[in-house]
């Protein structure tokens, strides 16, 4: 049985549970694209907080690349999971190959998302990163590991679902983690919508238009 309807309800839910947790002055929400986008989008717009993406591209079995043996981040964060790279039989060059094709894609879609706006200053900023969901979370720990580098002053990632893995390892991570739903099976993100169809990057760019906080360079 599907939690939401589509990345908007789900946004919208998110919302109503974070009252709790968004307040107070030099917070500032990161939307993973491309499907975070819209979920923190209606974070974003029911509070007036600042918004911006942090690009983030998983590292793919070469084949299958929607099994995610880990991640890069800007600023040269790599994660992979030993354990399922060696399930799937992957030598380092195989993780260097498909992590070299992941970074041609995240610069694609910073220049494309970005444009000719600034990326905004984190250094001492309260950061809220919020994506659609979490299978593995490997997605999310590159971005929090960059984020611990960029010296930022709290971290929290909030999501509508998640996996139980994923809960418990990044709950280690980072400040506060907020999932509104951890069901006890899981297999996909997807099959908690009933629309998840995939956002495209004409969305992003959409929805980044709309939001506050993001100066030209």
């Not at 589509?6 to 009252?19: E, F, I, M, T």
């Not at 990326?119 to 997605?139: C, I, N, Y």
């Amino acid at each position: 049985m599907a939690l939401y309807r589509n990345r908007v309800d789900a946004g919208k839910k998110l919302a109503q549970h974070l009252s709790k947790f968004v307040h107070g002055e030099n917070l500032v929400i990161l939307a993973l694209p491309r499907g975070g986008v819209p979920v923190a989008y209606e974070v974003a717009r029911k509070f007036n907080v600042p918004m911006d993406v942090y690009v983030v591209r998983k590292i793919g079995i070469p084949g299958q690349e929607e099994y995610a043996i880990g991640a890069i981040a800007s600023g040269g964060v790599r994660i992979i999971n030993e354990s399922l790279a060696q399930q799937a039989g992957l030598s380092e060059k195989d993780i260097a190959t498909a992590a070299a094709q992941a970074q041609v894609e995240l610069k694609r879609r910073e220049g494309l998302y970005r444009g000719n706006r600034l990326s905004m200053d984190l250094k001492g900023r309260r950061v809220l990163v919020v994506d659609d969901g979490m299978a593995t979370g490997s997605s999310m720990q590159a971005v929090v590991m960059a984020l611990r580098g960029l010296k930022v002053s709290e971290i929290i990632v909030a999501v509508p679902v998640a996996s139980e893995d994923a809960q418990a390892e990044l709950g280690q991570l980072v400040d506060r983690l907020i999932c509104l739903e951890i069901p006890g099976y899981f297999t996909a993100v997807g099959q908690w919508y009933d629309d998840y169809s995939q956002t495209t990057d004409q969305e992003v760019i959409k929805y980044m238009g709309k939001v506050k906080g993001r100066g030209k360079k």
